[in-house]
């Protein structure tokens, strides 16, 4: 997913946040490729789960060569975190664009916890594409261009709440977050997206009041 400038929040005024996007231009043919990979991916994995991720068999149900997939996704984990951030453009149309209090609208520590709920859902709705993106490869969990959004996002959030330090506590409610951290919550341990959404707002709430 491309990483664009543009507006910042209109609920805070202190940092731009990026917005994220459709893919950069590019020719009509490889869109029309890179949308059916994607719609074949979508496909199998609705179908198999993240085993249905075999990049010669998403190129076979796209109808493109081999190379065209490995060009453009490289490997498995790149195609997962296609597919998420396809996926993700409504989460940050909404971030951005909609009502508060997860839109521009509601104080700093409100969008917090409505972002915490948001993210929880639309993370343990894909558990195994986001689990697959941010361990597929080293570093994949900090090196996804979707993280940085995320932790400017949160990070304007806290500042716009008065807390210290907001990077730190942007990158630590992040770390909360991640897939490996939900997948022992939510499979091993069998807690509701319900249950976690309030544990974890409370979590994001104490982080904008400590000093």
Do not use: C
């Not at 490889?30 to 719609?39: F, K, T």
């Not at 700093?108 to 343990?124: D, K, M, N, P």
Request: aromatic residues 4%; neutral net charge; charged residues 25%.
């Amino acid at each position: 997913m491309a990483n664009i400038s543009g507006p910042e929040s209109a609920s805070v005024g202190r940092r731009d946040l990026p917005v994220l996007g459709a893919p950069a231009p590019e020719r009509a043919d490889a869109a029309r490729n890179r949308r059916r990979v994607l719609d074949a991916a979508a496909r199998l994995h609705a179908e198999k789960g993240v085993a249905g991720l075999n990049m010669d068999d998403v190129a076979a149900a796209a109808g493109v060569g081999k190379g065209t997939v490995y060009r453009r996704f490289v490997d498995k984990a790149g195609l997962a975190g296609a597919l998420l951030d396809d996926r993700g453009l409504r989460l940050h149309e909404r971030i951005l664009h909609g009502p508060p209090p997860l839109g521009p609208g509601a104080p700093g520590r409100e969008r917090l916890v409505a972002f915490v709920a948001a993210y929880l859902e639309h993370a343990v709705g894909s558990l195994d594409l986001v689990l697959l993106s941010e361990s597929g490869t080293p570093g994949g969990r900090l090196a996804k261009p979707v993280y940085g959004f995320w932790r400017l996002h949160l990070e304007v959030l806290f500042a716009d709440a008065g807390a210290p330090a907001p990077r730190t506590r942007a990158e630590a409610l992040l770390a909360v977050l991640s897939a490996e951290q939900l997948q022992q919550w939510v499979v091993a341990d069998r807690r509701t997206v319900a249950e976690l959404g309030t544990e974890l707002g409370r979590i994001a709430e104490a982080l904008a009041d400590g000093r």
